[in-house]
């Protein structure tokens, strides 16, 4: 993991869920490798979706995706940090699918509307970024 994703998880971790630049809106995905089969933690900004939540394989617009997003693929089932509405944060089992068109375009506006950021990521590759949902298992 890299001391960026260190540090914004332990951040996430100490202040109940608020994170600097991302506030409430932060998860943290608990993944298992698809090809080692090794647990991973990834902090992704996730965005409440009905009873689950929705994340973006941007990979800061890289032009492959993250490795979690193959990890998801591989190992839909996965334990999910969250930040409660108020305070505080839980832990709760979902389960990773891929959206299809047009929800994936729907759900990509959405995270554009979320943070400049993303358009920024949109502009530096022509990969379609894969949209997920996190669904409560």
Do not use: C
Not at 43 to 64: C, E, K, L, S
């Amino acid at each position: 993991m890299s001391d960026w994703n260190d540090a914004i998880i332990r951040q996430f971790r100490e202040n109940d869920g608020n994170v600097e630049r991302f506030g409430r809106r932060l998860v943290v995905m608990h993944t298992i490798g698809a090809r080692s089969g090794t647990a991973r933690e990834n902090p992704v900004m996730g965005i409440p979706d009905g009873d689950g939540w929705i994340v973006a394989a941007t990979f800061a617009g890289q032009p492959v995706d993250p490795a979690w997003a193959h990890n998801l693929r591989a190992h839909p089932d996965i334990d999910l940090e969250v930040a409660l509405p108020d305070s505080g944060t839980a832990t709760v089992a979902v389960h990773a699918t891929e959206l299809p068109e047009p929800e994936r375009t729907a759900g990509w506006q959405r995270f554009l509307a979320a943070s400049p950021a993303f358009a920024d990521y949109a502009t530096k590759t022509d990969r379609v970024f894969p949209i997920f949902r996190l669904s409560r298992r």
